[in-house]
């Protein structure tokens, strides 16, 4: 079953609208990623990230448990959030959290070429609104850049209002 064919408890939190959740991933400081052994064991790694028509621009350490699973098994689920505010109640029952969030499901590889690895590094720092120099011949191979390709996302609200759709 999709993930997007699965039912949100509740509906009324749903946001299926893609320049909503495009808002909301560019918006974004950080991204869980999370990835499973084929022998079935989770691992979520918080990331950097940078976000260009549908897919997920990454940089990270060259090795590590992060890239022995994305060699093993490629499939990742991934989640952003922004706004997050929690409120506060004397009940605990009516405590609650108001935020903005992106979870979805992709495909992640490496970016192996030099000029692939700069246009994925400039997302990245756009996304931080940062300087961006490229990565050189000499020194392309000690940087790891992956991507996600963004199979199927779904969108969540709560404590904000916003149009349901139908």
């Not at 990623?33 to 897919?55: H, K, N, Q, R, T």
């Not at 050189?136 to 779904?154: A, C, L, P, Q, Y």
């Amino acid at each position: 079953m999709a993930f997007n064919d699965r039912e949100m408890r509740r509906h009324d939190k749903r946001v299926q609208d893609k320049a909503w959740m495009e808002d909301v991933i560019r918006r974004g400081r950080v991204i869980s990623i999370a990835l499973c052994s084929l022998g079935g064991e989770p691992y979520v790694v918080p990331m950097g990230y940078g976000y260009e028509d549908g897919v997920i621009y990454l940089h990270g350490a060259g090795s590590g448990l992060k890239n022995d699973l994305i060699a093993e098994n490629p499939r990742v689920s991934f989640n952003v959030y922004v706004d997050a505010e929690l409120f506060r109640h004397e009940i605990g029952s009516k405590f609650s959290m108001k935020y903005r969030s992106v979870t979805g499901f992709g495909d992640i590889s490496e970016i192996m070429e030099l000029s692939l690895k700069n246009y994925a590094l400039a997302m990245i720092m756009r996304q931080y609104d940062g300087p961006h120099d490229d990565l050189t011949e000499e020194n392309h191979s000690r940087v790891w850049v992956g991507k996600i390709d963004i199979r199927e996302m779904s969108g969540k609200e709560s404590g904000y209002r916003h149009v349901t759709e139908g």
